[in-house]
């Protein structure tokens, strides 16, 4: 018998059930799964990797996107999330096409490539036209990689920000989204790679009406159901004067909470809603670059991890600057150690379980990825050591958590396909997506409008962040 890749001589990271970890050890992927991981397999393949020097782990897993900003990185730095959002993020978004949905999707899926990311999930709630989720998970299933698509609804107000104004495009009717989000699911749920789930925007949002039609269709689709919770802090007073509680426990009376439910961000939790997520089995997707960057705090995730919930990693949109995951898993590490004055607050395996296990049962997919075990699905990267920064190695996972970078990846396999073999991506035209990018956020800038060219055309500031030199 042969199979049909072979990933030889590297340092394999399993996280299985009683985190192997084994060196000089090869890993067999056949029809896409894993058949085998042992030293020394001799077997014929139709293809062989070479990872000796490497470290070879599944791959990881970004639980929390909106891809759409890929293009627009940059665009209204170091402000609070509003004024960006109305002033700023809002000419553009209210004017995505399918065109930019694609251009942008394709940017953001290169790079997680090029950096080792397997598994991406999206937010898209931009349904300014609704080819534009379609062609959103067009892309990433042609890149080649494992994706949960977040269907998310908006039928109030975009990211706490109402206007009556005919630029709220990205704003649906109750009705439509409900038939829309049936219909998007009926084409994507299961096929392939693909998962699908249901995520309304915050609690700011959309109505109460809409939001347990939500928690209705999920449990009818049996999905997750994903949202925003208590990012910024001014979240909560607002739910306060609206229902009389927290964020968290206003999701909870509305039955967002539990096994399905994953809660993005979730900064300002009180003990007892850190309470409510544990007993409910409800999960977080913890997204430490884009909290620090928008000022909104560093989320208790230890306080987490001791009751036990269950935490992935994600880099939300562009306020992370990035899609380098480990980049993600340190800032994570760091943050909690020095706001808690606790080296010990979060340990480099913990982080480690965070990119991979943990990020897959977060998104409900740890019977398929996660770890690399016999059976598994064969989502694996292989990470080069043979550099200054990463040698010499006296234990490889703090040096993967602490010092690698997404540029150390070298291979990016998903479902034994080869995404990237060397540095090189196979399933994308690298150029082309660049150009395109190019092309695509010009014009975009162009229909957001003059202000947002003057943005990008500051001078220096005399003093403070760029953007308050703009005339208000
Ligand atoms: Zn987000």
């Known amino acids: 018998m042969a199979v049909d890749l072979l990933i030889k001589n590297g340092t394999v990271i399993t996280m299985d059930a009683s985190r192997n970890e084994i060196e000089q050890c090869d890993l067999a992927i056949h029809k896409g799964k894993i058949v085998e991981i042992k030293p020394n397999i001799s077997i014929e393949s139709d293809k062989v990797l070479d990872a000796s020097g490497c470290v070879v782990c599944p791959g990881l897993i970004n639980g929390h996107s909106h891809v759409y900003q890929s293009l627009i990185e940059g665009l209204g730095y170091d402000m609070h999330f509003n004024p960006w959002n109305w002033r700023f993020l809002f000419p553009v978004v209210s004017k995505i096409t399918p065109k930019d949905a694609q251009a942008s999707a394709s940017l953001a899926a290169l790079e997680m490539i090029k950096n080792g990311v397997t598994t991406i999930s999206d937010h898209w709630y931009l349904h300014t036209d609704m080819e534009n989720i379609y062609k959103v998970a067009e892309i990433f299933d042609q890149s080649g990689m494992r994706a949960q698509m977040v269907f998310g ?118 003990d007892r809603e850190i309470e409510i997520m544990a007993r409910t089995g409800t999960k977080v997707v913890h997204c430490p670059i884009a909290n620090a960057y928008l000022g909104y705090g560093i989320s208790p995730v230890s306080h987490f991890l001791s009751r036990g919930i269950s935490v992935g990693l994600g880099t939300d949109g562009a306020a992370s600057y990035t899609y380098d995951m480990l980049e993600v898993a340190r800032t994570a590490g760091m943050l909690q150690k020095a706001s ?48 200054p920064h990463l040698l010499p190695v006296g234990r490889w996972l703090p040096k993967l958590i602490y010092s690698a970078r997404g540029s150390d990846v070298i291979h990016t396999v998903v479902e034994g396909k080869v995404l990237m073999e060397s540095g090189k991506v196979l399933s994308m035209d690298e150029k082309k997506i660049i150009e395109d990018s190019l092309t695509v956020r010009e014009d975009l800038i162009t229909r957001a409008g003059q202000e947002t060219r003057d943005l990008l055309s500051m001078p220096w500031p005399k003093n403070g962040p760029a953007w308050r030199s703009l005339a208000k």
């Open 340 to 387: 808690k004055l606790d080296a010990e607050a979060v340990t480099a395996e913990e982080l480690m379980e965070m990119l991979t296990i943990n990020g897959a049962k977060v998104l409900g997919i740890d019977d398929q990825v996660g770890s690399l075990e016999v059976g598994k699905m064969a989502d694996v990267i292989v990470v080069d050591y043979k550099k």
């Open 153 to 270: 609804f908006l039928d109030e107000t975009f990211a706490g920000v109402k206007s009556d104004s005919d630029e709220m495009t990205m704003v649906k009717s109750e009705d439509l989204l409900i038939d829309e989000a049936r219909k998007f699911y009926g084409t994507w749920h299961g096929k392939k790679r693909t998962t699908v789930a249901l995520g309304p925007g915050s609690t700011e949002d959309i109505n109460e009406s809409l939001m347990l039609k939500v928690v209705a269709l999920s449990k009818e689709l049996d999905v997750n159901l994903s949202t925003h919770v208590a990012g910024w802090i001014e979240i909560n007073s607002y739910t306060i004067r609206h229902f009389g509680e927290r964020d968290l426990e206003h999701f909870h009376s509305l039955g967002l909470t539990g096994p399905k439910g994953v809660m993005f961000h979730a900064v300002w939790l009180s």
